[in-house]
């Protein structure tokens, strides 16, 4: 079951109307209470809005969050805190010229 055309334009609409911290409180409720494609589909709306505004959904914080652990996950490992090593040297070396 999904939304018809009609009714998905009138809840973009709906939801366009509706306030950046309200959206950011409907993107959360529906991270974590999707049962069904029509509530799918509603929640796809508030990402949207949400991204037309320059906001950053829950989606897009986790996928962040995910590529600064794998940043540190780099930097943990022998080999990576070799290339960490060399890379500020030579970043305070040409400061220092």
């Known amino acids: 079951m999904c939304l ?26 529906w991270k974590e209470n999707v049962e069904n494609t029509v509530q799918e589909q509603l929640h796809s709306i508030v990402e949207v809005v949400l991204r037309e505004r320059g ?23 022998p080999f990576g805190r070799f290339v960490s090593g060399v890379k500020c040297f030579f970043i305070k070396s040409s400061k220092a010229a």
């Open 55 to 77: 906001e950053k959904t829950l989606e897009m914080k986790r996928q962040e969050q995910i590529k600064e652990l794998n940043k540190s996950l780099k930097v943990s490992n």
């Open 4 to 29: 018809e055309p009609d009714e998905y334009m009138k809840m973009f609409n709906i939801t366009k109307s509706l306030s950046t911290e309200k959206l950011h409180n409907l993107d959360r409720y």
